[in-house]
């Protein structure tokens, strides 16, 4: 891959949002280019397009575009996403040639809206002992990475927030929808809460709901 000012720039980038988080992008297509390079990135994370390689880019063809009727991705996070449509060249050696464009004309964004995590926390005493048992389930409606969530121990009442009490991670990463926990043995005396890790961040991606 090798950057070129020799092609015409792209124009009228816009994107679509389905309700199940389908993203449709459409464009203008420069007279005499038949492929185009598009690079989806996290509006935070955008790499600079001569610090782009291949691996970061999806070549996409006149041809599909037709067929499809635009370029459709499934967006799996929440938050800001932009996307840049490079016009491509292909020599008959396969060496592909890309317009290093200047404005904007090829750059669109979209704003997610946040995702919902449903959870619920049911206790179940013992008859003889001092413990009890906690079931924690789960439903979310897009994947979380097993840092987003935590779980908080406390003893003698419910913890308020993550620092109220002995904090734990989730095991692994969380798939869309319903998942239900192996039991945990906890202190008769003692609470547990859910929250997210970093509020900071993840709760500008997700809403955290008690069932």
């Known amino acids: 891959m090798e950057w070129t000012n020799e092609l015409n720039p792209i124009n009228g980038v816009k994107c679509k949002l389905e309700d199940d988080g389908l993203c449709v992008l459409t464009w203008n297509w420069p007279v005499g280019v038949q492929y185009v390079y598009i ?5 935070e994370s955008e790499i600079a397009p001569e610090q782009l390689s291949e691996s970061d880019l999806k070549l996409f063809t006149r041809e599909e575009y037709k067929a499809k009727s635009g370029y459709s991705t499934r967006l799996e996070r929440t938050g800001g996403y932009g ?3 490079f016009p491509c060249l292909k020599s008959a050696g396969n060496q592909i040639s890309v317009l290093l464009q200047q404005d904007d004309g090829n750059f669109v964004k979209i704003n997610t ?3 919902r995590i449903h959870y619920s926390i049911k206790y179940k005493k013992h008859w003889f002992g001092g413990k009890k048992s906690v079931i924690i389930k789960i439903r979310s409606e897009v994947y979380i990475p097993n840092q987003t969530l935590c779980y908080v121990k406390k003893e003698g009442a419910r913890p308020l927030n993550r620092e109220d009490g002995l904090l ?3 095991p692994r990463d969380i798939q869309s929808g319903a998942h239900t926990y192996p ?5 008769k005396s003692d609470s547990i809460g859910i929250f ?3 509020t900071s961040v993840s ?3 997700y809403d955290l709901i008690p069932e």
């Not at 690079?39 to 509006?43: A, E, M």
């Not at 039991?183 to 202190?187: A, V």
């Open 39 to 43: 690079y989806g990135f996290d509006l």
């Open 203 to 205: 709760g500008k991606l």
């Open 113 to 115: 809206k946040k995702a």
């Open 168 to 170: 734990y991670r989730f």
């Open 83 to 85: 996307f840049r449509i």
């Open 183 to 187: 039991k945990i043995e906890i202190h």
């Open 196 to 198: 997210l890790t970093d």
